[in-house]
């Protein structure tokens, strides 16, 4: 299989989760890293054989890099991708790749003009747990989706980051930091959204850090909402009620149900690419759901807490790199990822606003990722 040469902006936690998984993907070579910060970049070259470390410039100028992945800040995102590809680099970006419609639809006239693509996390949704629930789904063994509910909420993310701070300004928040596992997965599995109704507030307009380390008891203000309960409306029909919170202590919602005619599916965390999938039918009985033995959904990490995980978090990336070798479309496409930003975004204008807000982007669903195509992936 040919191998594109990537390589990587941005240095912090999560590059790590792609150079070390990416070796597992036969599209994948990561030969160099970038950061604003040279001695973080250096420092995360050497953590791994092969990979040099390089400016920004440089590895934007590399000829042996045809693909660059973007993991700064979500604040840089639209910037450095633009960056990318005004490079001739094909980009693939961190959720959320985009802030603003405008932003998301002048990449999209880039890449219409050059032939370069852009793709963007995340790429949970292509795990075998929400695979096997998408193909029960397509088999109509609940029937036709009317409704559903979906729900991720936590007391907020300044109890375990050090440097929480972008996490409660605008661009921030638990809908855009969050919401992309969720609306992404929601669209793979029921296809675009039609329009959007929301109530948003914050519980507290400033956040005390209380994570160990020198910042501990520092007060951070907050500027963009906390707190959103929202009405997704598909254009297949169905209605789903979406709540993405840091202002919940505890709570026994489920991550995310779908109601069908002839049943209910129950949906695992779409953080995650494995987990329990149930179902039931008509007779009401909840049972756990047999899915086939897929390649996306074999634990092969222990997560922080001690739970075996499924991760595979650069799928995405390495089908977007088989798709431009195979000159396919590839499934975490920009159409795709702005679709998801503009809900987002439309949910936050109508907790402003107090109105419907209407979708102007569509996107088809994206192709199902089978056992076999997994596998393809990782050869």
């Known amino acids: 299989m040919k191998k594109l040469g990537v390589g990587i902006i941005g240095c912090g936690n999560i590059s790590t989760s792609y150079l070390d998984l990416a070796p597992n993907f036969g599209a994948l070579d990561i030969r160099a890293v970038a950061d604003l910060n040279m001695d973080a970049a250096t420092a995360r070259a050497g953590e791994y054989e092969g990979v040099r470390a390089l400016s920004v410039d440089d590895l934007l100028a590399a000829d042996d890099i045809d693909l660059v992945l973007n993991l700064t800040i979500p604040a840089a995102h639209f910037g450095v991708t633009k960056q990318i590809l005004n490079a001739g680099k094909h980009a693939y970006s961190e959720k959320p790749f985009v802030l603003t419609l405008d932003e998301g639809e002048e990449l999209r006239s880039i890449c219409a003009k050059t032939g370069l693509r852009v793709g963007s996390a995340p790429d949970t949704w292509m795990g075998g747990a929400h695979q096997a629930a998408r193909a029960a789904i397509d088999a109509g063994k609940v029937g036709t989706i009317t409704a559903g509910t979906a729900h991720v909420m936590s007391p907020g993310m300044e109890m375990w980051h050090p440097n929480p701070d972008f996490f409660f300004v605008e661009g921030g928040g638990p809908m855009l930091d969050l919401g992309p596992y969720y609306v992404t997965n929601l669209v793979q599995l029921l296809g675009p959204v039609k329009r959007v109704v929301a109530l948003t507030s914050a519980a507290s307009d400033t956040r005390t850090i209380t994570t160990p380390g020198p910042r501990a008891g520092e007060k951070i203000p907050v500027e963009t909402p906390t707190n959103i309960h929202a009405l997704l409306e598909f254009v297949s029909g169905a209605t789903i009620t979406l ?38 039918g008509i007779d009401k009985e909840i049972k756990e759901l047999k899915q086939p033995e897929h390649p996306f959904g074999i634990n092969n990490q222990v997560d922080g807490q001690g739970v075996d995980r499924a991760n595979y978090r650069t799928a995405g990336l390495a089908d977007m790199a088989q798709a431009i070798v195979e000159n396919r479309p590839h499934r975490c496409s920009l159409e795709l990822a702005l679709h998801a930003v503009e809900v987002m975004t439309g949910v936050l204008k109508s907790g402003a606003e107090g109105r419907f807000v209407e979708m102007t982007t569509t996107c088809e669903r994206p192709a199902a990722v089978t056992p076999q195509e997994a596998a393809k992936l990782l050869g």
């Not at 919602?253 to 779908?258: G, K, Q, T, V």
């Open 243 to 280: 709540s993405t919170s840091w202002d919940v202590w505890a709570h026994r919602h489920a991550n995310m149900e779908l109601y069908g005619t002839q049943g209910s599916i129950f949906v695992p965390d779409p953080n995650f690419f494995g987990g329990l999938v149930e179902i039931s």
